[in-house]
């Protein structure tokens, strides 16, 4: 095993567990939001695509 | 203090908001180190299968021993998953009516199918594209979100 794939394990293992304990979709934020009017989901899609953004801008800016 | 920060941990409960942030990083993390596709479990079963697929028709080692990146993403993705549902007591196997069966059936065909016709993924598109200003992803999402709002009303016409 090289460290990528450690890396790669590492992310997947968090990642699972956060998006199971918090139920995160992306289409079932959608769903939620025309269906039912619950922005309950929606707000985590927001969150994890501002932070995204965000980290991706400032990392941008000082990589280049 | 120990006892504040004691309580802080025993009452954390993750919200999609805080997941949100988290999985914003992890996706970032995944763009970096694992693929620039980003975080897919789609994606990824499907770069396996399109390996295992070269190993077969040519002359390359079929499964060398080792598991590659993408593979373990995903394996761990579905570890932490079940971690996640053991410790929370959630974890039972669950059956369902035929028709749930069924739909879940046609949904996983039609989703995979979507995915590796048109790459129409809501982690690639939706936080990666829209975030790294990619064109193709500014027509995708919204044609996505109109494919949501007539899966909507084809749900209201069958309730």
């Known amino acids: 095993m090289d460290s990528k794939?450690?890396?790669?394990?590492?992310?997947?293992v968090v990642m699972g567990y956060v998006s199971q304990r918090s139920r995160?979709?992306?289409?079932?934020?959608?769903r939620d939001l025309f269906l039912f009017k619950n922005n309950y989901l929606f707000k985590g899609y927001l969150a994890a695509l501002l932070t995204f953004a965000?980290?991706?801008?400032?990392?941008?800016?000082?990589?280049? | 203090m120990k006892q504040?920060?004691?309580?802080?941990i025993k009452n954390w409960k993750w919200t999609p908001a805080k997941a949100?942030?988290?999985i914003g990083l992890g996706i970032l993390g995944c763009y970096f180190f694992v693929d620039p596709m980003g975080m897919c479990v789609g994606c990824f079963i499907g770069q396996t299968l399109s390996w295992v697929e070269h190993s077969l028709t040519t002359n390359a080692v079929l499964f060398p021993g080792i598991p590659t990146v993408l593979q373990t993403t995903v394996i761990g993705m579905f570890a932490g998953a079940l971690i996640g549902a053991v410790r929370a007591?959630?974890?039972?196997?669950?059956?369902?009516?035929p028709r749930f069966l069924l739909t879940s059936f046609l949904g996983g065909i039609l989703i995979s199918f979507g995915n590796f016709v048109?790459?129409?993924?809501?982690?690639?598109?939706?936080i990666v594209g829209l975030a790294g200003l990619a064109i193709e992803s500014w027509i995708a999402f919204p044609a996505m979100i109109i494919g949501i709002l007539l899966g909507v009303q084809l749900l209201r016409r069958l309730a």
């Open chain 1, 5 to 12: 794939q450690i890396i790669g394990l590492a992310i997947g």
């Open chain 1, 24 to 30: 995160f979709c992306i289409q079932g934020a959608f």
């Open chain 1, 54 to 64: 965000l980290v991706w801008l400032f990392g941008y800016r000082h990589a280049a």
């Open chain 2, 4 to 8: 504040k920060l004691r309580d802080f």
């Open chain 2, 20 to 22: 949100g942030v988290v």
């Open chain 2, 89 to 97: 007591k959630e974890f039972h196997i669950r059956g369902g009516k």
């Open chain 2, 118 to 126: 048109a790459g129409g993924c809501p982690v690639r598109h939706g």
